[in-house]
T-cell receptor, first 114, second 115 residues
Framework: GNSVTQMEGPVTLSEEAFLTINCTYT??????LFWYVQYPGEGLQLLLK?????DKGSNKGFEATYRKETTSFHLEKGSVQVSDSAVYFC?????????????FGQGTTLQVKP | DVKVTQSSRYLVKRTGEKVFLECVQD?????MFWYRQDPGLGLRLIYF???????EKGDIPEGYSVSREKKERFSLILESASTNQTSMYLC??????????????FGPGTRLTVT
């Protein structure tokens, strides 16, 4: 079946530190991969996505590269800020189905301290 | 700006009560989704709808039903609330289009406590 596994949190970093949140997936077919972010008290919003192997998604200083050979989509940021404190979800959708169904990982909480 | 709204941010209900959670989107999206979010489990799909009056079960439909009488509104119903349904409930919508990487738009969530 299809599944997403994220590194366990919480992750606590100091401001300006380098961030990596690991995400690996299992999928039949060729998935599209996503990172969603949930700021405190809010719903999820799309952070970035990649739809084919070796694509790099990027937004707000965050990046993730679709690695088919390692079935991974790790999220990285070179220098985190306090405002990046949130819960980050890795997700996948399979095929070109027009239902847009997503499978989410368990989420990783990031806390950035000044 | 696109908007998905949910009827309540916080809700407290008693065991056995019938509970309605409402979701409205203003983007004319065909697809709508209900998830529950629990610590360590991420988001799990309860039901989704791809058109008015159409619905499909997600991964955890037991104890829930849904209603979609109008395109913009998708309701989640707990027929007889139980304490194990205490959770954060998130509604989302997306356009129905072929292709890869369809984005979902989320509401702010309803935190439901069943006592």
């Amino acid at each position: 079946g299809n599944s997403v596994t994220q590194m366990e949190g919480p992750v606590t970093l100091s401001e300006e530190a380098f961030l990596t949140i690991n995400c690996t997936y299992t999928a039949t077919g060729y998935p599209s991969l996503f990172w969603y972010v949930q700021y405190p008290g809010e719903g999820l919003q799309l952070l970035l996505k990649a739809t084919k192997a070796d694509d790099k998604g990027s937004n707000k200083g965050f990046e993730a590269t679709y690695r088919k050979e390692t079935t991974s989509f790790h999220l990285e940021k070179g220098s985190v800020q306090v405002s990046d404190s949130a819960v980050y979800f890795c997700a996948l959708s399979v095929g070109s189905s027009n239902t847009g169904k997503l499978i989410f990982g368990q989420g990783t909480t990031l806390q950035v301290k000044p | 700006d696109v908007k998905v709204t949910q009827s309540s941010r916080y809700l407290v209900k008693r065991t056995g009560e019938k509970v309605f959670l409402e979701c409205v989107q203003d983007m004319d999206h065909e697809n709508m989704f209900w998830y529950r979010q629990d610590p360590g489990l991420g988001l799990r799909l309860i039901y989704f709808s791809y058109d008015v009056k159409m619905k499909e079960k997600g991964d955890i439909p037991e104890g829930y039903s849904v209603s979609r009488e109008k395109k913009e509104r998708f309701s989640l119903i707990l027929e007889s609330a139980s304490t194990n349904q205490t959770s954060m409930y998130l509604c989302a919508s997306s356009p129905q289009a072929t292709g890869l990487g369809l984005k979902q738009y989320f509401g702010p969530g309803t935190r439901l406590t069943v006592t």
